[in-house]
């Protein structure tokens, strides 16, 4: 007696790599069809609303198909990759989809003797191995198809229905279309949004890969025509020719480029506006003497206990920050709306801001409050490092506290930064530069910055805002401070 075997590819979805996020753009795939895979090993890099994350597969086995190529933005939950896993999985039917079909027939049949079933391997429990990913157990049985009887389809799941739950509708062929071309390809919310608008699916022309038809191909077949331009008699008398318009200078002859908002990008804009139209932004502004950090600056360069570190001004701002909040800690807190309750947090999470290629990211420094000066240069570093390289995973931009943006390296003076979402400040730098500047009663050129500070209003007040910004000002006018004040 032996037991069937399931030759069906294993589908691996697109996980969750973050919190709660819907949607991923495949940046980079580092396997073919017919590359062999390990469990374990990176099949592609893929883009979130918050990082650049690499997805393992967590199986073994020999690439079958590529679901969606370079650059597509996929939702969480939707088959990106088949692999026929080595050996074949447990089936969870006793006979194979020939002898399903033929099931109506044998059923007019006469009755034969009842024979002893062979057993039937019971499905292994599927184990995520990722974040969000992983199918859950389920009874639920396979809608058969218009046309085809109901015996002719297996009433168990099977990996490509699993698949049709998570948006892939209709059955599919190799290529990726409907099969028998009767049902337009569409996913569930665009099925529902083309329901909505009372718009009928087989009507409309497809956009997206393979035929699938996109939210923006339902809102084309939806918008209001152009209305025709009213008829204007000729006039009685000659009209004057026509004067041609000036040209306008254009970059290698064209007059627009369209950028995509997605990924970071998209991200970005979301919290911004949230953060702009959700809490009262206040900002103050000082300009201060930074001569003697920038001599200090040069001095730690040259300390042993900081050698193979980034050793730069950052570095000391984020240290008087750090002293500043030590001293007014109300000032490293969080609105929550829903509780109505100000959180004072008592760790700081200090982001850095960074423009990376994919667009602003703000990822943090856990527990900066706790390190020693050499930890915190060791801890800028990577962090700058990565940023750069593009490998910010989703958790280090995660939970942050409080903000320094250093426009300065831009050449800026100053400006009004907005909030990171959750957060109650932002620290704005300014570039350090010779300015003239009265020391000791005389004019001299100082090395002079203008700080910048928003703090959300609902939380932080003028005074208790004055207050962090003047200490971050004065030790960095007098650096040591960072001994007196800590």
């Given amino acids: 007696m032996t037991t069937m075997t399931d030759t069906s590819p294993r589908e691996f979805k697109m996980p969750d790599v973050g919190e709660g996020l819907t949607e991923a753009e495949i940046l980079k795939w580092y396997v ?34 590529l679901h969606f190529p370079e650059g597509t933005t996929v939702d969480v939950g939707t088959s990106i990759i088949a692999v026929d896993v080595a050996g074949g999985a447990p089936a969870s039917a006793p006979a194979s989809a020939p002898a399903a079909t033929a099931a109506p027939a044998e059923a007019a049949a006469p009755a034969r003797p009842a024979a002893k079933p062979e057993p039937v391997a019971k499905k292994p429990e599927r184990k995520p191995v990722l974040v969000g990913y992983g199918v859950a157990e389920s009874s639920t049985k396979r809608r058969p198809r218009k046309g085809v009887p109901a015996a002719a389809v297996p009433a168990e799941d099977t990996l490509y229905a699993a698949t049709a ?43 997206g890969p393979d035929g699938v038809i996109t939210r923006e191909d339902v809102h084309a ?19 004057a020719p026509a004067v041609a318009p000036a040209p306008v ?90 509780a109505q309750e100000i959180v004072v947090k008592h760790y700081v999470n200090l982001g850095i801001a960074a423009a990376t290629p994919r667009g602003l990211i703000v990822p943090n420094i856990k527990d900066a409050h706790a390190k020693t000066l050499p930890q915190l240069a060791e801890s800028l570093g990577e962090l700058v490092s990565t940023a750069k390289e593009g490998r910010t995973s989703p958790a280090a931009m995660q939970g942050g506290t409080v903000t320094i943006t250093n426009v300065g390296v831009f050449g800026i003076d100053t ?68 001994i007196t004040w800590a």
């Fill in 415 to 482: 400006g009004t930064p907005i909030l990171n979402p959750g957060e109650s400040a932002i620290l704005a730098v300014g570039s350090i530069k010779p300015q003239p500047w009265v020391h000791k009663g005389k004019v001299k050129p100082r090395q002079v910055t203008t700080l910048a500070l928003s703090f959300d209003h609902r939380l932080v007040d003028g005074e208790l805002g004055s207050k962090v910004l003047a200490d971050v000002a004065a030790i960095l006018e007098q650096p040591k401070r960072l």
């Fill in 32 to 65: 073919q069809p017919g590359d062999t895979v390990t469990d374990g090993q990176v099949v592609c890099e893929v883009e979130t609303a918050k990082a650049a994350v690499e997805l393992p597969i967590p199986y073994d086995g020999v690439v079958r198909a």
């Fill in 249 to 338: 200078a254009s970059y290698d002859g064209a007059r627009e480029t369209r950028i995509p908002v997605k990924g970071v990008r998209k991200a970005t804009a979301a919290a911004m506006v949230g953060s702009a139209f959700t809490a009262p932004h206040v900002t103050e502004f000082v300009t201060v003497d930074v001569t003697r950090t920038m001599k200090l600056v040069e001095e730690l360069k040259q300390d042993k206990e900081l050698a193979g570190l980034r050793v730069n001004p950052l570095l000391l701002i984020a240290k008087a920050l750090l002293v500043a909040i030590r001293r007014h800690p109300d000032i490293n807190a969080s609105w929550d709306e829903a």
């Fill in 165 to 207: 739950i998570q948006g892939v509708q209709g059955e599919l062929n190799g290529h990726g279309h409907a099969a028998g071309g009767q049902r337009p390809l569409a996913k569930p919310p665009v099925r529902k949004l083309a329901k909505d608008l009372g718009v009928d699916l087989a009507t409309i022309t497809p956009s």
């Fill in 221 to 239: 077949a939806v918008a209001p025509p152009k209305a025709p331009e009213p008829m204007v008699e000729a006039p009685s008398a000659p009209a």
